[in-house]
């Protein structure tokens, strides 16, 4: 079946300008993950969505990061203003409400490139 | 603030050995993770440990989990080129999602 579909692959943006991150995850997963991974910080969590609960934004670096799910599918990650330090491969990831032993399947992810 | 912390982080061996990755983490947790990456790839799953003392095996691969020393292995039996991969553990923080923590990740390489 589909996976974790995530667009674009990669993006070149110059810094101060805003970029947009898509995920459409797993048909039936209810829980959706942003994941960030540098070489500098290695893998790291950044916003969670479960249903339509208020998303868990614990992770996320500064508040120029924002996400959005719509209507309990497809995610938009937005970074407003990049930073040089944004740059990162930003992976997506889903799975079942509550089965720890479900674990995530994550996306290909986008790799974001700040110059 | 939990802590995972893998060693070695890189590792070169020759085909038809033996070999263990270890996942030290700091805080009380009972959810690990093992996940592979290729390069250029997202992360795959490989093992869910649940509970102390889970043991799970998948051809050349065992992992197994400790709660109580906070620590899991990944073992390699009998290795070949194709295990050739990045591997990572990942800890549940234990705040009702799957926020995960993840070590730094084994680079191993396997030569014929």
């Known amino acids: 079946g589909a996976g974790v579909s995530q667009s674009p692959s990669n993006k070149v943006t110059e810094k101060g300008k805003d970029v947009e991150l898509r995920c459409d995850p797993i048909s039936g997963h209810t829980a959706l993950y942003w994941y960030r991974q540098s070489l500098g910080q290695g893998l790291e969590f950044l916003i969670y969505f479960q249903g339509n609960s208020a998303p868990d934004k614990s992770g996320l670096p500064s508040d120029r990061f924002s996400a959005e799910r719509t209507g309990g599918s497809v995610s938009t990650l937005t970074i407003q203003r990049t930073q040089q330090e944004d740059s990162a491969v930003y992976l997506c990831?889903?799975?079942?409400?509550?089965?720890?032993?479900?674990?995530?399947?994550f996306g290909n992810g986008t790799r974001l490139t700040v110059t | 603030e939990l802590k995972v912390e893998q060693n070695p982080l890189f590792l070169s061996m020759q085909e038809g050995k033996n070999y263990t990755i270890y996942c030290n983490y700091s805080?009380?947790?009972?959810?690990l993770y093992w996940y592979r990456q290729d390069p250029g790839k997202s992360l795959e799953s490989l093992f869910v440990l649940l509970s102390n003392g889970a043991v799970k095996q998948e051809g050349r691969l065992m992992a197994s989990l400790d709660t109580k020393a906070r620590l899991s292995t990944l073992h390699i039996t009998a290795a070949v080129h194709d295990l050739s991969a990045t591997y990572f553990c990942a800890v549940d923080a234990g705040q009702g999602a799957q926020k995960l923590v993840f070590g730094q990740g084994t680079r191993l390489t396997i030569n014929p």
């Open positions: 805080t009380t947790s009972d959810r």
């Open positions: 990831a889903s799975s079942y409400i509550d089965r720890y032993n479900s674990p995530l399947h």
